[in-house]
């Protein structure tokens, strides 16, 4: 009797086959696509409490102002009608993500520019719909974007996708958080002590010009193929289109998990929890810590943003030769972890040295996270219904957080800074049980939904 002949296990890839996907075309476009995407972000967020601070705007308010980012939880809305709803002109001329992502970042910067002109010593409430208005395309933007990235790349890429998708969107966060701050602080006038006043001329500038660097994403868009097609299933009337528009891709993620669907929407539920809800309040605690424009600009902003493409890149890196799940538990580890060295920095006043010790751990430890996380919500997906499936992954991650994370001003004038980040890091811990549950329970995905 013949011995079975062994079945050889894949083998895993070579180191330098490992790093040479960061050269593929796909890999490349995310990058710049990614950078278009992140740049909206902190202008309609982080920058903008900066901004709203500094013009004396209270932190209650600001906090509640932050609701603005809900746009991204509920994206998941219209996430239907960006899968399968042609527009007119762009559909034709570019297909159908490439018609969608252009469509979004031309309301990202009509809210820029929109943004731009608004006073909010003068009233907040054009402001806040400008904001709207950028917040709207830019979720528009990564609905589109995620089903553009899933589909342009087999599954065991994914990761590599995710880290330059994440390197180009840290990269546009230093451009929109420094360069906006650098840019507002040279368009300041008069002498130094003019600096510590608020002058919006000076933000006017900053914010027109993030609007003219949306041309970027633009260019790539125009620039990019199309990928290939999925043939839809005809609709015989407009109760077949909405069922197979807004029903089934929910239905369908449903069939595959059943019980465990429960388990991964509650993980994806809170996984981002602590960095949201700290997010918040970091900008007006370094307006109150003291800490000027071209400070929090050059610690803040460029180093700690660049120590998140280092974790980003080493995410994507450890995911692929250790696997998503283990590096989702370590940035799980991570993220909570470090939002205590906030809780630390709080009692030291105005410390330059603390805050760049501080924005390195956490940063290095949000770039891991974020890239072992996109990957993970990717291989959730079934790529026929990519761009509605990823938009409900993705709007999960943020309806929690950003919720909670609007009461953030009241609590801190309430506790104090240092009682906010310690119960922002205390919000983490739930996150380890669920990563845990999550890698011995669920099955691998498959893509094409068999």
Known sequence: MTAPVPVAEDPKPSWAATFRVYLEGPTLRMLFLGFSAGLPLLLVLGTLSFRLREAG?????????????LAYAFKWVWAPLVDRLPLPGLTTTLGRRRGWLLMGQALVIAGLVGMALADPREGLAALVGFAVLAAFGSATQDIALDAYRIESAATEKQAALAAAYQTGYRLAMIWAGAGALWLAARAETGDAGAALLYQNAAWQTAYL????????????????????????PP????????????????????????????????LIAVYRIADV??????????????????????????YGVVMTLAGAFVGGVLALRLGVMRVLMLGAVLSAASNLL???????????????????????????????FIAYLSGLTNIQYSATQYALFSSMMLLLPKTLAGFSGAYVDAHGYVQFFTATAMLGMPVLLLVWLAGRALPAAPRDGA
């Open 57 to 69: 705007i209270d932190r209650a308010t600001i906090g509640f102002l932050s609701w603005v980012g």
């Open 209 to 232: 010009v993030m609007a003219a660097s949306m041309a970027l994403g633009v260019l790539t868009v125009l620039l990019s193929p199309e990928p290939p097609a999925r043939a839809m």
């Open 235 to 266: 609709a015989r009337s407009a109760a077949d289109w909405l069922r197979g528009a807004l029903v089934e891709p929910f239905a369908e993620f449903l069939r595959r998990y059943r019980w465990q669907a429960l388990l991964i929407l509650s």
């Open 277 to 302: 809800v700290m997010g918040i309040m970091a900008n007006p605690f370094y307006v109150d810590m003291g800490y000027t424009k071209d400070e929090v600009a050059a610690v803040t902003k460029i």
């Open 342 to 372: 906030f809780a630390w920095l709080a009692t030291r006043g105005h410390d330059l040295s603390a805050l760049i010790a501080v924005i390195a751990a956490d940063n290095l430890s949000s770039g891991i996270a974020s890239a072992a």
